[in-house]
């Protein structure tokens, strides 16, 4: 570093053997180039700022009902802002749902335990109802539910 950044770290100091084909590499940090002429990733103070308001979005939308960050990205209508904040929401549901599912299994409610050609089953002896989800067969590329009661 002493003469300036590494040019060539992006083909690991061996621009001989190791190319970057299509040009993609490149990173820059303030004034500090690597890579190519033309980055994909580019960090600035403003690049700082972005990130910062993506996670408060992100931890608004993990927190139900509430959303206690709001002011530092509220103004911002940016489609990544609310990307943010419903990727959050998303994360905080599957972990309801799976945290749900666990808690009703080990109080024996429930039968999580999938079979050969399921992703997911679950089955209520008390309820007396089923419902699983199959992978693709049939000829299908996609997987299909079924419901039961008995």
Known sequence: MADGPN?????????????DFYGLWGVWFGGLHLGNDRPWLVFDKSSWFDL??????TI????????????????????????????????????LVA?????????????TAPQANNIIR??????????RLDKAHHGKWWGHPHFWKW
């Not at 910062?52 to 979005?57: I, T, V």
């Not at 945290?99 to 039968?111: F, N, P, R, V």
């Not at 679950?122 to 419902?131: C, D, E, L, M």
């Open 60 to 95: 608004d939308g993990f927190i139900p009902f509430s959303d206690p960050f709001k002011d530092r990205y509220e103004n911002d209508c940016g489609y990544n802002y609310k990307l943010s904040g419903y990727m959050g929401a998303a994360a905080r549901d599957i972990l």
């Open 122 to 131: 679950v089955i209520s002896k008390p309820g007396k109802w089923g419902f």
């Open 7 to 19: 040019v060539y770290l992006y083909v690991r100091d061996d621009p001989v053997n190791r190319t």
């Open 99 to 111: 945290g749900g599912l666990a808690a009703a299994g080990s109080a024996g409610l429930i039968d």
């Open 52 to 57: 910062e308001k993506g996670a408060y979005s």
